[in-house]
DNA sequence: CGTAGAATTGAACACTCTCAATTAGCGTGG
DNA sequence: CCACGCTAATTGAGAGTGTTCAATTCTACG
């Protein structure tokens, strides 16, 4: 297992094995439910407005979430990243598309098997509103950033957000490109450059390869994020 | 009663009375659960970060939601209006702020209540994911107004919505100020004045004083709002 | 009616975008 | 292992959309 983060099953409600009724569900359910699958770079795993038959879990890889313009304008909502759930939806239709980033191996389950598993079990209830609920936080901090933010607070605040959830040993390993983090943040790819090429000459990050990040001084990040 | 959504209780899974446990339960608690309160135009409802005790109806009046930056710019993500449920976490606290934009009354219920219901009533569980799930659709769609649309765009979108949630024989008659739907849209209120004048001068909506607009042509909006 | 806040309108500016050229990085195949 | 080639990323210059600052007009209400 390559991260701790991908022992959690995909609606879990406790944190000890077998010991919860609903782990022990999918324990015993295990075979039936929860398969794997991969995703080759670029490759869509689900269309907006497609039926929601699955609920997935990055394995490995990474997957971006995104709605469209009719002129192809794109907006990234969501990266997601190993051990986060994606895909999840209170109706019938997925509302943004799916994509992997880069080659991505998901755990997927039937949307209809945890909607039974919650229409009996409540603790099973509780954990979908409260994954949605998380969601919804982000989608709300993302808003302010979107409506608000200067050029160079969103990549701030990205990078930050980043070096939360991926950095190892010091290092950050981003798995988009500058156009997908420009989509993410409401700028464009050349906008996002200039920001970190501006940050690196601060002295406030450093590369190995542009996708290969250190964070040297992330207080002054933090101020910058506003 | 003013608006007929008004009589739908904050968490019904059927329309008819008395024939939903849900209902019933409600019926039963509702002189200890279920309570008025006004708010005077500006009044903080409750403030970013504060404990999430109640959940809110709006019965008459009109709320914004929002997040601010430390020097004060500012992020609305929603407005609600009469008939809307806001305010309900899955987490303790709330997220945005709240304010009346003009005098205000709500009906509120006490959050415990309805943790206590839902854990109970797996029917309350399932409506409690879906309201918080109808946030998430709204803030999606926002994320991509504010990270991807023109000003003109911005503004057709927002008239569209409101016309869709408050228009009455015809007439949209706005709660809010320029400055609000401009924090809501991630614009100045100079820039969504200068939108409007345009689509005035263009035809497609009619003012009578600021806030009473008429729309004259919603398909034309609807091919500006991209 | 008179007044104060709200809205409109104008002009200049600034931040980000667009278009373009160059450089860097990486996977592939020799 | 290195060279090649392609995509990604950087950097520059100029343009444009939206902002800022300011003045005027409107309009709700007392």
Redesign the interface.
């Known amino acids: 297992m390559l991260t701790p983060s991908l022992s959690t099953p995909i609606v879990g409600t406790k944190a000890g094995p077998a010991t919860s009724p609903v782990v022990d569900q999918f324990g015993a359910m295990a075979g039936l439910i929860a398969s794997e699958f991969s995703y080759r770079k670029d490759e869509e795993i689900y269309g907006e407005q497609e039926p929601a038959e699955y609920v997935y879990q990055v394995i490995s890889g990474a997957v971006r979430s995104y709605?469209l313009?009719?002129?192809g304008?794109?907006?990234i909502?969501a990266f997601h990243l190993p051990g986060d759930v994606f895909g999840l939806?209170?109706?019938t239709t997925h509302?943004?598309a799916a994509e992997a980033i880069i080659d991505t191996t998901v755990r997927l389950v039937k949307r209809r098997t945890l909607e039974q598993a919650?229409?009996?079990d409540?603790q099973v209830?509780?954990k979908?509103?409260?994954m949605?609920?998380?969601?919804?936080?982000h989608?709300?901090?993302?808003?302010?950033l979107?409506?608000?933010?200067t050029a160079i607070e969103r990549v701030a605040t990205f990078l930050l957000e980043m070096d939360r959830r991926l950095t190892v040993a010091g290092m950050m390993a981003l798995p988009m490109c500058r156009r997908d983090i420009g989509?993410y943040?409401?700028l464009t790819l050349e906008t996002v450059s200039r920001a970190l090429s501006q940050l690196h000459s601060q002295g406030v990050l450093g590369f190995s390869g542009a996708r290969q990040i250190v964070l040297r001084n992330r207080q002054r990040l933090h101020n910058m994020d506003?």
Chains 1, 2 share one sequence.
Do not use: P
Request: hydrophobic share 40%.
């Open positions: 709605k313009l009719s002129d304008r794109r907006q909502g939806e209170s109706g509302r943004l919650a229409s009996v409540v209830a509780r979908l509103w409260a949605t609920a998380g969601e919804l936080r989608a709300e901090d993302h808003m302010l979107l409506g608000r933010k989509d943040l409401g506003a």
